[in-house]
């Protein structure tokens, strides 16, 4: 799906700060219960991570230019 993703092509980027990171792994572990185990690993607090923003209703969560998720706001 990310397979042609370009850093370029991304209205801008900023580091995600450790409390939105918090909140997105308590957001991983509400939705997804047998995860807590392993959100740790999945999102560790270095390398930092990245937040692009594709388009006006999605960003792009990535280690480097590797994606590692997405999140998609609907109106």
Do not use: W
């Amino acid at each position: 799906m990310f397979k042609s993703f370009d850093t370029k092509s991304t209205s801008g980027s900023t580091p995600v700060k450790s409390s939105v990171l918090r909140a997105i792994k308590q957001k991983i572990v509400e939705t997804n219960p047998l995860m807590i185990d392993i959100v740790d690993e999945l999102l560790p607090k270095k390398p930092p991570l990245m937040e692009y923003k594709v388009t006006s209703h999605l960003k792009l969560y990535c280690r480097g230019a590797e994606p590692v998720f997405f999140e998609h706001r609907g109106e």
